[in-house]
């Protein structure tokens, strides 16, 4: 089972992955649990890359296919390894981050954005994704209050209003694969619908 996490900035959803991957591995799941970009040595370096404040003139279409070959190499060497073997992986970020983010935000044309996404993943698609929903601005707010500015935070506010607007437009194309989280509450009344969730997918009741 491939679970994906999406969300704008600030959504709080890399701990509540944490959280919801304490409690998968309490419950004795095969569990991978990786980020994007990243996840592997060289997409960690690729990472670096992508987030160094030095390189404010990279261009959308280069930070676009780095974060393709961040994904291509985490995917083959260790999402498609992990579920061949029955495993469960959650990925904080995928596919669908590229999608909002480089074809809705930075309005890279959407069918070329899928064609070289689908050339970076072999088409590997998940199986659940969850859709941290949040206001721009108080995700934006969020964010300030902790941790350093990077070059992809620096965004304007147009911006990511385009990256929520195009997640929600995705989520509402594919009710099946996608479901919204209203990540606008206490961490602990998220963390309980996101467990609900997983846990029916998973076929296991929800425990608290
Ligand atoms: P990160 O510090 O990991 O942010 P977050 O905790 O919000 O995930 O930085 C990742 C940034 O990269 C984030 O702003 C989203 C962006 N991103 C893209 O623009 N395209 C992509 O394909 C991916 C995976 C991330």
Same mark, same amino acid.
């Given at each position: 089972m491939f679970i994906t996490f999406e969300g704008p900035d600030g959504s709080g959803k890399t +701990?509540?992955?944490?959280e919801l991957a304490a409690h998968l591995h309490e419950c004795k799941f095969d569990l991978l649990a990786t980020r994007?970009?990243?996840?592997?040595?060289?997409?960690?370096?690729i990472r670096a890359i992508l987030l160094a404040m030095e390189?404010?003139?990279?261009?959308?279409? #280069?930070? #676009? %296919? %780095?974060?393709?070959? +961040?994904?291509a190499q985490l995917v083959e060497e260790c999402i498609r390894p992990h579920l061949a073997k029955g495993g469960v992986v959650l990925c904080d970020r995928y596919a669908d +981050?590229?999608?909002?983010?480089?074809?809705?935000?930075?309005k890279v044309d959407i069918k070329q954005v899928r064609a070289i996404v689908d050339f970076a993943t072999g088409c590997l698609t998940p199986d659940l994704t969850l859709l941290l929903d949040l206001d721009v601005e108080e995700g934006l707010r969020r964010r300030a209050g902790g941790g +350093?500015?990077?070059? %992809?935070?620096?965004?304007? %506010?147009?911006?990511?209003?385009r990256v929520r607007d195009g997640y929600l437009l995705l989520a509402n194309a594919d009710p099946g694969r996608w479901v919204v989280v209203d990540a606008d509450r206490s961490f602990e009344q998220v963390q309980i619908d996101i467990r609900?969730?997983?846990?029916?997918?998973?076929?296991?009741p929800a425990r608290s």
């Open positions: +701990s509540q992955m944490a994007e970009p990243g996840g592997t040595i060289i997409g960690d370096q390189n404010q003139d990279m261009h959308p279409r #280069t930070e #676009t %296919l %780095l974060f393709q070959a +961040s994904r +981050s590229t999608i909002a983010y480089q074809g809705y935000g930075y +350093s500015i990077n070059r %992809l935070d620096a965004y304007e %506010l147009a911006f990511h209003q609900q969730i997983v846990m029916k997918r998973l076929g296991q």
